[in-house]
Each structure stands twice: as C-alpha cells, then as structure tokens.
C-alpha cells in the first residue's frame, strides 16, 4: 500500500493538489538551506469536507496560537543561522498546516519524505514561487497531537526521518518496534498518569471519575490512569466514560453520548474529574456542565489544563476549581520581538498577512486580560496576540531545533570555525545522532530513553480557586511539590461533597455502603479497633488483646485456667496426695518385708524400682492442675510416659520370672522363655526404647505451651507439637501395657499364691481402658478442662498399678502374715499340681 502511495506521487504529484479551495487555506511555508527541517502543525483545527471545485484544500477553525507555535520554529531555524551555531552550514524549513487532519498530515508527510516539491500545492497566499529547489527534508518536528502524530510516523519511518513531536504524549508511541523514528520533546502519558495519580493521592480524593475519548491519546490516557489508581488502596473510580474522537454536537448520537455522559457526572460520588481527551472535546463537555451547573473539581490533562479558549468560557467560574498537569514553562528569550517584529514588517510579512486574513472575529479575545478594546485592527496588534503564546509548546519546539541542531553538529563534526563533514548524510545517520543526544539548555536537560522519551516533569496548574497558576510540579521519581497551605486544606475535610464520608470517629471504620465507591462509617468489628479520630481503617488488636464494645482501645486477654478454687482440681489434688501417701506407705512396709518371700514373689529389688516410678508419675500430676507454663508442658507427659514405662517394665519382668518359673514343659525350658528370663535386662532394654523416643520427642518437637484465644480470654493448654511423636510414645506404653495383659492372663492358671498375675490383669485392663477414653480426649479435646482430665487419666494409671499390684501384698504382710512363709508357699504349689495328677517331686 505504502509502495502504491509513493509511486502515485511521485509519478502524479498533482494529486495532492487537487483538493478544491477556500475561504482559510492551509500555510505552507519554506525556505531553502543547506539541511531542511520540515515541521507540521494543526493551524486550522479541522478541514473542510464539503470542498467546491478548486484546486486547493480548505480548513476550518484557525488556531492562531498554533500558528504562533509554528512561528516558534521558524524563529529557532533563524536564530540558529544567525548565531551561526552551524558554521558553514545554513538550515532551512519546510513547514505545512495538517488542519488537525490525518489524512491531510499524511500527505504531507510524504511530499517532504520523497523529497518533491510542487509549486501548485497549498502555499501562502500571494506567496507562489515559480520553481523551488527540492527540499532535503532529514528531520520533522510534530504534530502536536498524538493521533496525527501515529499516522505521520509511519510514513517517516520508510525512509528513516527522524521525527520529533513537541505535543504528542501517547503511550503507544514509546514502542519502538512500531514507531522507531519517533522522538519528542515532551513527557509520555505514562509520566502524566502517575502525576495526576500523584496529585489525587496529596489532595486526599478518594473517589474520581475518568473521561476519555476513542483515539490514542485519550484511550491510552484514560487507561493508564485506571491502572495507576487500581494500584492504589485509597482510591476509587466510580466511573470511566469514552467520548468519541471528536465530538460533533450536530451528529446526534455525540449528542445522546453528552447527555449520557453528563448524568453520569450528575449522579456520580466522584470528588474530582478527570478530563483526558483533546481540548475541542473538553470544550463540548464544559460548556453542557456549565448549562446543567455540575459543580465538580475538575483535573485537566497537558492538551487544555493552559487553554485559553477554556479558561474564558463563560460561566466556567460557577462549575467548580479546575487542577491541571501541564507542560514546563519557560519563556524563550527573544520569541516575543519576534512576533512583534511581524506587526512592524507587516507591509512584506506574507505570515502576518496570512494571520490576518484567518483571524477569527476580535469577539474572541479576553478584553480584561489582554487589555485591549475590541476593535479588529487593535486585535490584530502584537500586544494582545503575544499574550496566546503557548510558552509551553513554544519551549518544546524550540528543544526540538536544538536538538536537531545539535545532532547536526556532532555527525558534522562541527567546531566554530566550520563543520567537517558536508550534508550528504543520509536521514537515518542523522536520526542515529537525535537519539544519543545530551543536551542541557538554560535550566532544561533534556535526553532520550530508549522509548525516544524524555524525563522532563510537569508544572501543577490551578484557576478558579483561592491558589491560580502554576502551584507546584511534579518531577520523575520524585513527590509531587504543592503549597502546605493547600494540601493540609485538602487533608483535612472530613466529608465529600456528595455526603460520603472521609474520616470517622474513634471506633469506627470507612466501607463501602451500598454505591460504588461512596463511604460511610461503621462500628469496627470484634477485635479490631480505631482509636483516632479520623481513622479510615480499624487496624486489628494484638496477639493476646481484645476490643470492648466501643471499639476504641485493646484490652489485655486474660489467661483461662483452672485455678485451684476450682472443684475438680481440689478433688484431683487430694487423690494426688492420698497417692503419694500411699505410695510411701506401701515402700515402708515394703522395705520393712524386704526379704520375705513375698516381697520376693512381687519381683524382689524390681518392686522398689516400680514404687519409685509410681511415686513420680503421682508427682507429676501436679504438672497438669497448675497454670501451664511452658516448663510444665515440657516436664509433664514427656517425664510421665517415661516413668510409666519404667513401671509397667518392671511388672512385666515379673511377669515373664513367673511364667517361666512355673514351666515344667522340657521343650519350654530349653526354649527362648527362659533365655529371656533376666528381668534386669528386660527392664533395661523396654526402658531404653522409650528413653530414646521421648529423647528424640524432647530434642527434635518439644511439647509448647499453646494460647486458644477466645473473646476476652485466652486458654492455656500444652500442646504436644508432633502428634506423631506424642503418639508413639503412648503407643508404646500401650504396647507394654497388651504384652503385660496376655502375660499375666496366661498366669492366672498358675500356682500363685499371690496372685500376681490376676491382679495384674485387672490392672492392665483398667490402664488400657483409661487411654484408649482419654487419649482421643488429649488429642483433640478443647477447653480448659483438657489438662485437668489428663491428671485424671495419670491418676487412674498409676491407681491401677498401685491397687492392683502391690497394695494386695502389702495387706497380705501386714494382716496375713501366716501366707508370707515359704512353707506355705511351697504347700500351695504341691496341692496345685497334685489336684492336677502330677508329681510335683518328679517334675
């Protein structure tokens, strides 16, 4: 397609000039030098569609402050001749009005990019030279907005003419795999949108709504401001509405989407709205706000936040302040002598012939600002036109020659006698040197990232409020500067103007309710408090504290024990002392019986060591009746099991001595029965494994002391840390406790004349019994009874083996003492096995 477009014309170049003319042509204007410079801008706002038959274009809606941006670079092309900044070397200009038209920019982006020039094409008026030279175009500044500037690019970009853009911001142009001749000399919207994000966050909004338009500059706009305030926790958009590119009121669709658009803004909790679309749209947008009277904050994008046009519509002081992120200005020295220059050559001035005869009616101009009377001829005067002089844009254009000039120079090797180099360079070899320059120009220094943008920051803007004109700025990586006056005003309201609350009192929080973004103000939740006025959010309380009902201070949770007042632990107490007498009791008449037989039938020196174990684990109930601490935990079930086992090891050693002793069988005596019959061995080695167990428990997960919060309490219990380790140790008492049962049920049919082996079996059952109900209770049981009924079970375990094993023997000793004979013992054994039929003396 591009291929076709160029060889139309070059083979047909009077195609471009075959628009019909008009009333307002477009300005062309060149001049001839050594390197030309061509330059596009919007002098006319729109062209004219409904053309007579003519041979030139027509535009509507001249812009004469476009016009004085074009005079910028023509001035900068001059001075730079004229300060001979390019010694040998004399730059031109070849500069068209795009009327604000794609179409129209295109073409002209390819009369300059095939380097032809056709005298019969859209030239100033009175102004129609009869040959030209062709114009070496290597460099284009413009246009100023982003939509032409997307569409010129990528006709610059087949034959690598640098282009650089003064005014247009979008983000799409910043991709260089699109557009990889594009450069400018203004910030992308990327940096807009976080200004303006920046600005909403100082100035304490909360709620904004978004209007855009459908073309790149307001569609990317609009949703990079979406992304920068959905990063942010405190800001809410309520709505994003899209106009069309170009809103015309006599098309009356754009006018059912104004009307759509306006009671969107009317019924919109929005404190501020944001206008980021171009300047003709907000205009339209702004004068229905001003009929249906929105009164709103009103936050302008850099394409009208310095308008004129805006600023003097009539009624804007009655809808609201307007914020405004716009360009840096900066006047440039001598542009103002140059404008006044054009009134005082005017005789042969063709630009102030054409700036008369486009000028609209002198109705236009602002008589109190520019303190002129409303005659034409004193309108036309330079005093009042030097007032529209867009500094903004004039100082963008100006960089934009600057760096031209100064890529000129390096890629010519230029001193200030003369350059080294000639100008035939190709536009790709200058476009190269642009993109690496490094320039510093008065207070301004400008360089290009490897997007072609640069980092220039942005001034913050403000009318129709207590503070006008520029208030503050914003730079790249840096806070946003506004006056401390203004922003502690904005701090500190307390209420939007659409009755949604911004701040609260003590013990209550901000939330939605109901409307989008609207806040309104609710008690905080359980736990959660907001003990400053003005608090948006109730921040929870801390580990171990909580809220009371008005919500404005943490109170410290109590610890939720069973205290020793409490029944049940009194009624464990006394069964935990009654045990430990008992168990001294039976160890004294132990010790006092200690070689008789019976103490002997019980397992000998072993019963001390089982009266020992049993005396500890009464003890170690204490550990879960008292407040638990975290040495409790660690002291309790660890040293319980352990001693526990060592009981329950003993009982088993005696045990298997009694099985084995009563064994007449050959085959049994020479059997592994009776290898293992060693009961110091058999203790040591079941101790052990459970001593390793509870080692590796205590080492690896110690029990810890865990805190079950509740309302206005918390619960003190010991958890056990790893449920797998703690239930192997249990386990393994059970299993003691299994092999103990089965071997003392195989002995009740032995002649004992103690009974060890009967007691013992109701012992073991009990123990059995009491774990297999409260382990599951241990485990998972919740509440402050949970260490209490451990105890319990401690209890009852010990009680069993105590009861059912040495307290029998002990009443024997004491009130039958008749039975603690061996020759009792040995009569019992004989008749046993006589009423059996055997021969106790030949077994």
């Not at 246009?143 to 003064?166: F, H, K, M, N, W």
């Not at 800001?235 to 104004?258: E, G, R, T, W, Y």
């Not at 339209?284 to 850099?302: F, G, H, K, P, Y």
């Not at 600057?402 to 000639?422: F, G, P, T």
Request: one cysteine or more.
């Amino acid at each position: 397609m591009w291929c076709f477009l160029l060889y139309c014309v070059l083979c047909f170049p009077g195609l471009l000039c075959t628009l019909p003319a008009a009333t307002h042509q477009p300005l062309h204007e060149y001049s001839d030098g050594d390197v030309i410079i061509g330059g596009l801008f919007p002098i006319h706002l729109q062209p004219n569609h409904t053309y007579p038959s003519s041979s030139h274009v027509s535009c509507n809606e001249y812009h004469f402050q476009q016009f004085l941006a074009a005079q910028m670079m023509i001035f900068a092309i001059k001075r730079v001749n004229q300060r001979r900044a390019l010694p040998n070397v004399t730059l031109g200009y070849d500069v068209y009005d795009t009327c604000g038209d794609v179409s129209l920019a295109m073409r002209m982006a390819l009369k300059m990019s095939i380097d032809q020039l056709d005298p019969q094409c859209g030239l100033l008026p009175g102004r129609k030279p009869s040959s030209a030279p062709e114009p070496r175009v290597k460099a284009v500044i413009g246009e100023g907005s982003s939509e032409v500037s997307i569409a010129v690019a990528r006709i610059l970009t087949l034959s690598s003419i640098a282009q650089i853009s003064y005014a247009a911001t979008s983000e799409l142009l910043s991709k260089k795999a699109k557009f990889p001749t594009f450069l400018r000399t203004v910030n992308s919207d990327v940096l807009q949108t976080k200004a303006m994000a920046e600005l909403v966050k100082t100035f304490n909004w909360e709620t904004v709504g978004i209007v855009g338009s459908d073309d790149e500059y307001g569609k990317y706009g609009s949703d990079g401001l979406l992304d920068q305030f959905n990063a942010m926790d405190n800001v809410c958009v309520d709505f994003k509405f899209i106009l069309p590119a170009h809103l015309d009121l006599s098309d009356s669709n754009a006018q059912k989407q104004l009307t759509e658009l306006m009671d969107t803004i009317g019924n919109s909790t929005a404190e501020a709205i944001i206008l980021f679309t171009r300047e003709s749209n907000v205009k339209l947008v702004l004068e229905a706000a001003i009929q249906r009277n929105l009164n709103r904050t009103w936050i302008a994008s850099d394409t009208w936040s310095n308008s004129s046009d805006i600023k003097e519509l009539p009624g804007i002081k009655a809808i609201g302040p307007f914020f405004g992120i716009a360009f840096k200005r900066h006047i440039v020295e001598g542009f103002a002598d140059y404008v006044s220059s054009m009134v005082e050559e005017k005789s042969s001035n063709p630009l102030w012939e054409y700036h008369k005869l486009n000028h609209p009616p002198c109705q236009s101009a602002p008589q109190e600002k520019l303190n002129c009377s409303r005659t034409a001829s004193q309108c036309m005067e330079t005093r009042c036109l030097v007032h529209y002089i867009f500094w903004d844009l004039s100082l963008n254009i100006y960089l934009a020659v600057e760096v031209i000039v100064n890529a000129l120079s390096s890629l010519m090797k230029c001193d200030r006698e003369k350059c080294q180099r000639n100008t035939s360079f190709t536009a790709y070899e200058l476009l190269n040197e642009i993109k690496n320059v490094n320039l510093t120009l008065n207070d301004t220094h400008i360089v290009f990232d490897d997007n072609g943008d640069p980092m220039l920051g942005y001034d913050i803007v403000a009318w129709n409020s207590p503070s006008s004109g520029t208030i503050g700025e914003y730079l790249p990586g840096r806070k946003i500067t506004l006056p401390p006056s203004l922003v502690a005003t904005m701090a500190n309201a307390t209420v939007t103007a659409f009755n949604c609350s911004k701040t609260c009192p003590v013990g209550q929080e901000l939330k939605k309710n109901g409307m989008k973004c609207c806040k309104h103000c609710i008690v905080c939740s359980d736990g959660y408090v907001s003990s400053e006025i003005g608090t948006q959010k109730c921040r929870m309380c801390e580990e171990g504290k909580y809220s009371p009902l008005k919500r404005d201070r943490c109170l410290d949770k109590k610890p939720k024990f069973l205290e020793w007042k409490n029944p049940f632990i009194i009624t464990l107490s006394v069964f935990i002392i009654i045990g430990i007498a008992a168990t001294v009791m039976v160890g004294v008449i132990l010790v006092v019986n200690r070689g008789t037989p019976i103490v002997k039938a019980v397992g000998g020196y072993l019963c001390f060591l089982e009266l020992f174990s049993l005396l500890a684990c009464f003890c170690l109930s204490f550990t879960f009746i008292v407040k638990p601490s975290p040495l409790s935990c660690i002291t309790g079930m660890p040293l319980f099991v352990i001693a526990f086992t060592l009981c329950v090891s003993c009982v088993l050693a005696n045990l298997l001595q009694i099985l084995v002793c009563f064994t007449f069988s050959q085959n049994m005596g020479r059997g592994w029965l009776r290898k293992v019959n060693q009961p110091p061995a058999v203790v040591a080695i079941l101790f052990g494994v459970q001593l390793v167990l509870c080692s590796i428990w205590l080492a690896c997960f110690p029990p810890s002391l865990h805190r079950e919060p509740h309302k206005k309490a918390f619960e003190l219990n010991c958890d056990p840390t790893s449920k797998a380790l703690f239930g192997a140790v249990l386990s393994y008492v059970a299993l003691l406790a299994v092999v103990s049962f089965i071997f003392a049920f195989k002995g009740k049919k032995l002649p004992d004349l103690y009974k060890n082996a009967s007691f013992v079996t109701i012992g073991m059952l009990l123990v059995l019994v009491v774990w297999i109900i409260f382990i599951p209770v241990y485990l998972f049981g919740d509440g402050v009874y949970t260490e209490a009924i451990k105890a319990a079970a401690v209890l009852v375990s010990s009680y069993s083996m105590l009861c059912c094993h040495l307290v029998p023997k002990c009443y024997i000793m004491v009130f039958r003492k008749e039975l603690n004979d061996e020759k009792a013992i040995t009569d019992y054994i004989r008749n046993h096995f006589e009423q059996k039929g055997i021969n106790v003396l030949k077994s």
